[in-house]
C-alpha cells in the first residue's frame, strides 16, 4: 500500500513539472510515457489524442514519429493491436510521407485479427506517398530505368544463344571446312580470331552475342532476321533511357547537388559558405536556421537574396519570423505576397489566418476573407502557426539540372549523349554491321549449308527459298514409298524421337526459369520478344527495386508485394501460354 502511495505521489510531481508544457507535444509525450508506466491506458489514448505536433519543425517532428512508432510496436508485441494501431496512426497523421512504413504494420495488425485480403487503400496510400518522396521516388525511377536497359540486353544475348545453338554448326562448317571435305586447322583458329578477339582489346564478354549475331546473319530465317532487328531497335532506346538514368545518378553524386541535399536536411553552413549559394539554396539555408530557431541569422540570409528575388517560400517564412517577433502586420503583409504568388497554398493560408486572428481586426479579416474565401473555413481549425516543410520538388528541380539553378538544354543533352555513347551498346551493333557486311565477301562459302527437316544432318542448300530439306538417306525412307525401307524407316523414325525428345526435354527445362523460352524453338520469336520483356521488367523491377528499400529502409512497400505477386502470374500464364497445343506441351 506503502509503494503504491510513493507510486502515485512521484506521478503527481512528474505532472507538476509537465504543467507549463501543457500545449507541448512533448510535454503529451512525457505524459503518454507516465502512464503507459503505471498502466493506465485509458490517459495514454486520452493524453495521445490531444497530442498535436503541427508546430514542430521537420527535424523534432521524425524524432517525435520514431517515439510513437516505438511506443506502437510495444504495444503490438504485447497484443494490443487496438492501441498500438492508435500509435500507427497518430504517427501518420503527423508526417504521413516519413511514416509510410507504418502502413506495413497497420497491415500486420489487419492479419492478426483475421483479414486476409489486403487494404488496397493502405496500398494506394502508401505508393501515393513513396511517389512524392524524393529518395523513394529516385529509387522507383533509377530501378525502373536500369531493369528496362538490363532486360533488353538479356532478351539479346538469349535470343543469340537460341541462334546460336540453331545454326553454330553450320558457321563452323561452312567456314571451316569451305566446300572441302578436310577439316583445316588453319580456318579453326581464324574463326576463334574472328569471334574472341574483344578479350584482348576490351576485356569484357558483351560484345560476343552480337559478333555471333553478325556471323549467324547469314542463316537466319526471314523471321529470325527481323526479330533481332527489332530487339535491337529496341535496345537502342532503352540505351538512351539508362544513359538518362546514369545523368540522374551522375548527378545524384555531383558535389553541387550532395550540397544541396545537406542544406535541405537542415545542416548549417557558415555565412563564408553559404554567402556564395544562390538564391534558392540561400532560402533553403534559412529555413535551416529557422528550424533551429536561429530566426535573426534566418532573417539576414533572406535580406541577403534581395529585394527583386520572389518566391513562396521566402515570404512565408519571412511572415514567419516577424509573426514571432511580434509584427503581426508585417507578417500579414509577406503572407499576402506569398499568396500573390500561390493562393492555394495551404500552409500560407493557415499561418495568414492565424496572423490575422491575432491581430484581433474583424474589419480587416472580413476584408481579406472577400478575396481569400477559405480564411473562412480555416479560422476555427488553426491553433497554432504552422512549419513550412521544403518541398521535393525542390530537390527534382536541381538534380535533373545537374545542381545548376538554371536549366542548361544543351548541357544535359550533352551529358546524356556521352552516357549513351560510353555505354558500348552502340558500338557493338556497329561491329555487328561491320561482320554482316564484310564476311559475305571475304567468305562466300557462308550461308550455303542447311539442316536436314526430318534428322537434322549438314547438307547443302538447294535454293535460297528452300523452306525445308531433306538428306539422301532421309528422302530415301521418307519421300519413296517403297515397303522395301520400311523397316529402316521406323528405326530412323525412332532414333529421330529420341534426338528430338531430349532436345526437347532440355528446352523444357530451360522454360523452368525463362517463361516461354520454348517460343524461339518453334518459329514465334516476336511473340517471346514481347512476353519477356514484359516478365523479366515486371519481375525484375520488384526484384531490384524491393533489395533496395529493403537495404536502405529495412522494409519493402507493400505495392512491391503486389508486383511480386504479378510476376508469378505471368510466370504461370506464360509458361502455359507457350506449352498449349504443342504436342510436347498440353
Avoid at 539576414?300 to 513562396?312: C, K, V
Amino acid at each position: 500500500m506503502a509503494k503504491k502511495v510513493l507510486v502515485t505521489m512521484i506521478g503527481l510531481v512528474l505532472l507538476a513539472s509537465l504543467s507549463p508544457a501543457v500545449t507541448s507535444p512533448w510535454g503529451d509525450l512525457k505524459k503518454i510515457y507516465f502512464y503507459d508506466s503505471s498502466g493506465n491506458l485509458a490517459e495514454v489514448k486520452k493524453n495521445l489524442d490531444n497530442l498535436d505536433a503541427q508546430a514542430l519543425p521537420p527535424a523534432e517532428k521524425i524524432e517525435l514519429m520514431k517515439k510513437l512508432a516505438e511506443l506502437g510496436d510495444r504495444y503490438y508485441q504485447k497484443g494490443d493491436f487496438p492501441l498500438a494501431e492508435m500509435f500507427y496512426r497518430k504517427t501518420l497523421s503527423i508526417s504521413p510521407q516519413d511514416a509510410w512504413p507504418m502502413y506495413n504494420k497497420l497491415e500486420k495488425i489487419s492479419r492478426r485479427r483475421g483479414n486476409l485480403l489486403w487494404n488496397l487503400n493502405h496500398i494506394g496510400r502508401q505508393f501515393g506517398l513513396l511517389t512524392h518522396d524524393f529518395n523513394s521516388s529516385f529509387i522507383l525511377l533509377n530501378s525502373f530505368f536500369n531493369v528496362l536497359f538490363f532486360s533488353g540486353l538479356l532478351l539479346f544475348y538469349l535470343v543469340t544463344a537460341v541462334m546460336f545453338i540453331k545454326y553454330f554448326k553450320l558457321v563452323a562448317h561452312d567456314f571451316i571446312i569451305s566446300g572441302h571435305s578436310r577439316f583445316k586447322i588453319s580456318k579453326l583458329f581464324l574463326l576463334l580470331l574472328l569471334l574472341l578477339w574483344p578479350l584482348a582489346l576490351t576485356g569484357g564478354w558483351g560484345f560476343f552475342p552480337f559478333l555471333f549475331c553478325g556471323f549467324l546473319w547469314f542463316y537466319f530465317s526471314h523471321d529470325d532476321r527481323g526479330n533481332i532487328q527489332r530487339i535491337l531497335g529496341i535496345l537502342l532506346v532503352l540505351a538512351f533511357l539508362h544513359s538518362l538514368g546514369q545523368y540522374l545518378e551522375k548527378s545524384l553524386q555531383n558535389p553541387g547537388f550532395q550540397t544541396i541535399q545537406k542544406i535541405y536536411a537542415g545542416e548549417l553552413f557558415p555565412e563564408s559558405t553559404y554567402s556564395r549559394f544562390d538564391n534558392e539554396m540561400k532560402i533553403m539555408q534559412a529555413y535551416a536556421y529557422y528550424n533551429r530557431n536561429q530566426t535573426d541569422e534566418a532573417l539576414d540570409i533572406l535580406q541577403a537574396t534581395g529585394s527583386h528575388y520572389n518566391s513562396t517560400l521566402k515570404f512565408n517564412l519571412l511572415g514567419n519570423i516577424y509573426y514571432e517577433k511580434g509584427d503581426i502586420l508585417q507578417s500579414i503583409q509577406y503572407y499576402r505576397q506569398s499568396l500573390s504568388l500561390d493562393n492555394q497554398n495551404q500552409g500560407t493560408l493557415k499561418n495568414f489566418t492565424m496572423a490575422l486572428l491575432k491581430n484581433n481586426d474583424p474589419e480587416r479579416f472580413l476584408f481579406y476573407s472577400k478575396n481569400y474565401p477559405q480564411i473562412q473555413a480555416i479560422k476555427d481549425k488553426v491553433t497554432v502557426l504552422q512549419k513550412t516543410k521544403l518541398p521535393e520538388k525542390i530537390l527534382w528541380n536541381r538534380l535533373l539540372k545537374f545542381s545548376w539553378q538554371n536549366f542548361h538544354v544543351w548541357n544535359f543533352l550533352e551529358l546524356v549523349v556521352i552516357e549513351f555513347i560510353k555505354f558500348p551498346v552502340l558500338l557493338a551493333i556497329l561491329i555487328m554491321m561491320v561482320y554482316v557486311a564484310l564476311l559475305k565477301k571475304f567468305f562466300p562459302t557462308l550461308g550455303q549449308s542447311t539442316f536436314c527437316s526430318k534428322c537434322g544432318r549438314i547438307i547443302k542448300k538447294m535454293s535460297i527459298e528452300q523452306a525445308h530439306a531433306l538428306c539422301d538417306g532421309c528422302y530415301q525412307l521418307f519421300l519413296i514409298k517403297d515397303p522395301i525401307f520400311m523397316e529402316a524407316k521406323i528405326l530412323k523414325e525412332k532414333e529421330i524421337g529420341r534426338q528430338l525428345r531430349l532436345k526437347n526435354s532440355l528446352v523444357l527445362l530451360a522454360s523452368l526459369f525463362i517463361p516461354g523460352f520454348f517460343l524461339n524453338f518453334e518459329d514465334k520469336g516476336k511473340t517471346f520478344t514481347f512476353l519477356f520483356l514484359l516478365f523479366f521488367n515486371v519481375f525484375g523491377f520488384f526484384l531490384f527495386t524491393a533489395l533496395a528499400f529493403k537495404s536502405i529502409f529495412g522494409i519493402i512497400p507493400m505495392f512491391l508485394n503486389v508486383i511480386g505477386i504479378l510476376a508469378i502470374v505471368l510466370y504461370l500464364v506464360i509458361n502455359a501460354f507457350a506449352l498449349k497445343g504443342n504436342h510436347h506441351g498440353f
